[in-house]
């Protein structure tokens, strides 16, 4: 039996393009196309990509908070693809979100307290005053005050909001927590907290992440293995350091160029990769990258490329190894 | 040493809400020369953004700027009246803003709002202006510029978005370039375009730039000097290798610390503890003293004047000055 | 982890607990009406139908005569110090039916505008959520709805009941109504449907039906709330039109829009009759109207701080 926490096998998502009269369905934005991942207990999985390369909705799918196409997702053996509703409801205890906008992610209307409580309202797993001991217990955890327990989300920073969607997310005792780009939207010295407390609790808690962003560095401080998405696929996965030492695929090395690197006598690389990314609509055909690839051959442009095993859990999606 | 180029001394803006009266800039102290990218560099609510909007002359009800001077060319800016620094805006100095969604009209094509700009400064009608816009296009790389000339903001990527907008404000050759944080929302593979081409322009138009952002990457790979801004004031100005290998304000040391780098690894990330400060109520004294962890008597007192400690790097830290200092 | 119930209870009077978790939402209020005050057509609106609703409350304090009896021997008097505003056909004195006239045409706003506005909620935040089939259907009845007049449509179902009396037109009104309601807040809650946490609830467990009534509702009413207050005074107006042409408040009730019917073959001789009930008409649904504008103002997510 693995030790896989999660496990997602081949999962497709296509979101339809309607247009014309009828509202026809015309095409459709292939944005997860035969996605596969494996994340081990007490791990964080990172995943990286740039926008319009489907990292978020493939987190959202893991959870089926959109709902697959095909393919399956294990949560511990268990394919929570195929339960019910109300089997789903329950199992989402186990599996938790940490949401990118903390602006956003918070209803604007309700207390603290009803924040972090609802959760266990909706589960019945507490009230009255022991809810409130409990929410107290959470908003410590993450550091947050008591007297925070009747504010409402605006009157915070936002490093604060994303501390009490945090504790939200922590309230049911998940085993495994997606983190949407949980720290983009913050100040650097407050992204710098949010991921101390984030390793933190997943020490203390012994919690199982996938860390979904578009920063490099982030991902690399975070991560014990690394995906690289590029347009719906998984192009290239490793264990962290492997990864930054030893990228194979063009898009990585390329992404790896890319980051404006914080020391001045480090001049960046002049590998800039040419032209924008390509719509998720009308995919290039065979390999996706090949129009902005450096190393493109024929075969790039007609075949699909197979994923390639180079050992130590390091996999690239390329016809040139 | 020639005049600077921009010289903004003691910049103070106000902005009086219902809530009470945000000091947003409390004497904003900085220079630019001509030929020079400089940085400005600074969280949420540190007032970059403001003191770009009060140098254009575009701080509105409930804002005031209500002490201060904004040398430009040898000009106080803040004695202009409406109409001369209409004249001086898109002329003289340009912005670029990070949203470029939602800062371009979306009822006109591009070839159209650059046009107008062109024909608005310079005494030239629409098809000259037309073939001006085309060639700015072609100079920021556009990809099929005379297609785009037509195009919708709409229809156009973030990085193309981004490009027109510099195509933009580059259009009458100003001499200062405003770019806050043009690249926040660009992929990483497209800000280095971007970056690398608003280098490469900055430098053949003649033009300076002051490059706002909270990046410390584009910060080390764009900037000549840096100034670190923090509540409302500059707290301390280098050139950029000083700012990195030899930071001397506490807030700068910790965001040295705090930035996760991809070269060296494993090493734990050293955060400022507490949050920024509320600018209604702002810390009496020094406004970072409540997280400093080399707080003294003194820094709750008085807000410390900017010190040079080396040539060419200035502090404003009780560390480095005493009260009766003054620069 | 088990304790004392009580504890919230204990640590402080009712009230200051109350205070204590509604602190945020009292100051909002407290800002709200201050917006609210610096408008002074809002302030002027909220004064019009302050008075018309207190006059209504305080009618038996109010009046001078009997509304309801008839005394034909003082007919057709012009007014005087006894009869504030004159007598109609019927000798009954104008201005006391006209205060206690409030009551009716007031009660008769509130009921349906309340009933149809809850009514149009519950369905348009349900269907505007779920989406889909039950969207589309909602939509297409909706529509039915708006493509006829409710003038004509309030008629043509008191006719189908067989009958005029102001029940039933305050029922066929209803029916007009709650459409309105129901597909402008379908409209808010497709926006409020995108809202992040919306999805954090979803993560979370939550069925539909406890996210539409927690977390949808209220953050897509707002418009609901200026679309109703206005149609107080709207619906006032359809009151007295139809009771003008004959439906709804029969003869003799002291309904404004009955009032201008009965007197209106006395335009000439008596203008009187007609003229006060129509400024009573006319000052509340410019309050409500006043009222209304004001509060969207107010609401309006931008114009705050």
Known sequence: MSNNLLEAVDLVKYFPIRGGVLSRIQDHVRAVDNVSMYIKKGETVGLVGESGCGKTTFGRTMLRLIEPMAGEVNFEGVDITSLSPVEMRAMRRNMQIVFQDPVGALNPRMTIKNIIGEPLKIHGLAKGGELTERVIELMTSVGLKEEHLYRFPHEFSGGQRQRIGIARSIALNPSFLLLDEPTSALDVSVQAQILNLIQDLQKRLDLTYLFISHNLAVIKYVSDRIYVMYLGKIVESAESEELFKNPHHSYTKALLSAIPIPDPDLKMDDVYLQGEVPSAINPPKGCRFHPRCPNATDKCKTEEPELVDLGNEHYVLCHMI | ?327 | MKMDKKKESTNGSWYRNWTNEHQAQIKDLKYTIHLFRQSKLAMGGFLLVLGVVLMSVFAPFLITHDPYSLNLPERGLPPSREHLFGTDSNGMDIYSRCVWGGRIDLSVGFIIVFISTAVGVVVGVTTGYMGGIIDEVFMRITDMFFAIPSLILAMAVSAALGSRSLQTIMFSMLIVSWPGYARLIRGNTLAVREEPYIEAAKSLGASSLYIIFKHVLLNAVAPVLVMATMDLGSIMLLTASLSFIGMGAQPGTPEWGRMIADGRNFMRSSPWMITFPGIFIMISVLGFNLLGDGLRDVLDPRLRR
Do not use: W
């Not at chain 2, 297609?147 to 903001?153: D, Q, R, T």
């Not at chain 2, 944080?181 to 800000?191: G, R, S």
């Open chain 2, 1 to 327: 040493m020639s005049e600077p180029l921009l010289s903004v001394k003691n910049l103070k803006t106000y902005f009086y809400t219902y809530e009470g009266v945000v000091k947003a800039l409390e004497g904003v102290n900085f220079k630019i020369d001509k030929n020079q990218i400089i940085g400005l560099v600074g969280e949420t609510a540190c007032g970059k953004s403001v003191t770009a909007l009060s140098i254009m002359g575009l701080i509105q009800d409930p804002g005031k700027i209500i002490d201060g001077e904004i040398f430009f060319d040898g000009v106080n800016l803040l004695k202009n009246s409406k109409d001369e620094m209409r004249q001086i805006r898109g002329k003289k100095i340009a912005m670029i803003f990070q949203e470029p969604m939602t800062s371009i009209n979306p009822m006109f094509t591009i070839g159209n709002q650059i046009a107008e700009i062109i024909m608005l400064h310079e005494k030239v009608g629409k098809k000259e202006a037309m073939g001006k816009a085309l060639e700015m296009l072609k100079s920021v790389k556009m990809s099929d510029p005379e297609e785009v000339l037509k195009k919708y903001p709409h229809e156009m990527s973030g990085g193309m978005r981004q490009r027109a907008m510099i195509a933009m404000a580059l259009s009458c050759h100003p001499q200062l370039l405003i770019a806050d944080e043009p690249t926040t929302f660009l992929d990483v593979t497209v800000q280095a375009q971007i970056l690398k081409l608003m280098k490469e322009l900055a430098q053949e138009i003649g033009a300076s730039v002051l490059m706002i952002t909270h990046d410390m990457g584009v910060v080390a790979q764009m900037c000549d000097e840096v100034n670190v801004m923090y509540a409302g004031l500059v707290i301390e100005s280098a050139k950029t290798r000083e700012i990195f290998h030899n930071p001397k304000h506490p807030y700068t040391t910790g965001l040295m610390k705090a930035v996760p780098k991809i070269v060296k690894t494993n090493v734990k990330l050293d955060s400022i503890p507490g949050t920024v400060p509320n600018l209604i109520t702002p810390p009496s004294g020094c406004r970072f003293h409540p997280r400093c962890s080399h707080v003294m008597d003194i820094c709750k007192e008085a807000i410390p004047k900017a010190v040079e400690i080396t040539p060419g790097h200035r502090v404003s830290c009780f560390l480095y000055s005493r009260r009766s200092d003054d620069v």
